[in-house]
């Protein structure tokens, strides 16, 4: 196999920077990615926001409980009583991880779009009627819009500054009649932190209560609910270095307690009756069937490793990777870095950065950029369809997204090779497969256990037009 080596000029000054190294060791951190040319090259992820590496202390974890795992909760055996005390104990872990309040609820789910959908289920209902709309900007992940749909709701325009975006969600919510106020912590699109703790001011002030989509702030900032008066969290496993298939909602028992049961089966009842039901209080009630033990486990496991990071170091590391970044891209004629607002303070930012290049299909630089540069971005419209539209990217753009195991040479390499598509052009040629570009007469081989059928490349929902 031999081996590209990448030889940038700029790579000498990446030993004098914070960003030099993985700032945590995850798993396929030295994954080689063949080229559509011939060679290997190691394989840059840029797509953490997408879904993270295991971190390599979670997956030795993982192996560790393995031996252990069996049926939780009813099971009376050793390796049964085990599994339900790493289970139930993930829940403290979660909690204290989050400044969860002494009586929060902390219910596992597959994943942030299953714990929006289990809130949904749960917004207080009178006499048959929903008591009040839910509020939403129109910035959000699919995740946090499309739950709400059903449901009394009312859409926000962002403003293009913070401050008049907050200022509209006031005035929304003065108006009364609001029950719920859903927000993402961080775009998914540009990596914009919203001021969660002002926003959670502004819907209690108002009668309501606050959801925060904690998918992609998570896994980048630590957020303590109780002192941001936070009263739903959700996020995922998957984006938090923890990719076993599980989520989480932490947050205020009484809807909770009152809500429809998300999962109606085994474990979510008190007593069942053949055409009646009473239906269990606490997370059971929604976690009907076998739990994902391991997913929920891993998930805990992973924000310990968080809880101890330094958290200067932390975020020295993601900042001089997207400052690199950003500056190396802007340099670049015909590149535009999107951002929603104008008054975004740039350390109120996360490791994601949205781009585009002019005269280019987003999925064609994409494509040319794995297969000839080794690098995995993401491109589309990253299920937020009205804020790309908004943003004047119909049809998508490009997002780099990085995190602990990341480092400068990853955004490096991005920037040279951007740049060698403006200097040289295409080296292979790329055809639209499934509504994907793919390298044409592709010959490069899959690992022997994964099937490398043609075609499933373009199953990607979120970017098609
Ligand atoms: C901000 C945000 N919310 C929600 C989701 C949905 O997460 P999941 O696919 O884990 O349900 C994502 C995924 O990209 C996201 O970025």
Avoid at 1 to 17: C, G, N
Avoid at 152 to 172: D, K, Q, Y
Avoid at 275 to 296: C, F, I, K, Q, Y
Avoid at 319 to 345: M, N, P, Y
């Amino acid at each position: 196999m031999s081996t590209a080596t990448f030889t940038s000029p700029e790579l000498r000054h990446d030993s004098l920077s914070p960003a030099a190294r993985p700032l945590a060791a995850v798993t396929g951190a030295e994954l080689q990615a063949p080229l559509i040319q011939g060679g290997h090259v190691r394989y840059a992820n840029l797509d953490y926001g997408a879904s993270a590496p295991a971190l390599t202390v979670v997956s030795a974890y993982l192996n560790e409980v393995l031996p252990f795992y069996a049926s939780v909760h009813r099971g009376a055996g050793y390796a049964s009583q085990i599994s339900t005390s790493v289970y139930e104990n993930a829940r403290n872990i979660v909690r204290e991880f989050v400044g969860g309040r002494a009586d929060d609820s902390v219910i596992f789910t597959r994943n942030t779009t299953d714990s929006l959908n289990l809130l949904a289920g749960c917004l207080p209902v009178v006499d048959g009627k929903h008591s009040g709309e839910v509020v939403y900007l129109d910035i959000e992940h699919h995740a946090n819009l499309l739950p709400w749909q059903h449901l009394p709701h009312r859409s926000i325009v962002a403003a293009s500054t913070l401050a008049e975006t907050l200022a509209n969600v006031r005035e929304a919510l003065a108006h009364g009649g609001v029950s719920l106020l859903a927000v993402t912590g961080a775009s998914n699109v540009t990596g914009e932190i919203l001021p969660v703790k002002e926003l959670a001011a502004i819907a209690h002030e108002n009668g309501a209560r606050i959801v925060v989509d904690a998918a992609q702030l998570a896994p980048h900032r630590r957020v303590d609910i109780a002192a941001a008066g936070i009263d739903y969290l959700v996020f995922s496993g998957h984006k938090l270095y923890a990719p076993f298939g599980a989520g989480v909602l932490v947050g205020r028992p009484d809807w909770l307690d009152a809500g429809t049961p998300h999962l109606a089966g085994g474990g979510a009842v008190r007593e069942a009756r053949l055409d009646s039901v009473t239906w269990a209080t606490g997370p059971a009630r929604h976690e009907g069937g076998s739990p994902n033990v391991l997913g929920a486990a891993t998930l805990a496991r992973a924000t310990q490793v968080i809880a101890e990071l330094d958290q200067d170091e932390w975020h020295a590391h993601e900042s001089a990777i997207r400052t690199h970044l950003v500056e190396g891209l802007k340099e670049i004629e015909g590149v535009t870095v999107h951002q929603i607002f104008s008054d975004t303070d740039p350390a109120d930012t996360i490791g994601v950065v949205n781009f585009s290049l002019e005269g280019y299909d987003a999925g064609l630089v994409a494509a040319y950029l794995s297969a000839e540069h080794g690098i995995g971005l993401r491109d589309g419209r990253f299920c937020a369809h009205p804020l790309l539209k908004r943003l004047g990217l119909p049809s998508g753009s490009l997002r780099a997204s990085f995190g602990l195991g990341s480092r400068l040479e990853d955004a490096t390499r991005l920037i040279a090779g951007i740049k060698a598509l403006k200097a040289e052009g295409l080296g292979w040629d790329y055809v639209v497969d499934s509504g994907r570009w793919v390298p044409a007469n592709d010959h490069r081989s899959y690992p022997h256990w994964a099937p490398n059928t043609p075609g499933t490349a373009g199953a990607a929902p979120c970017s098609t037009n």
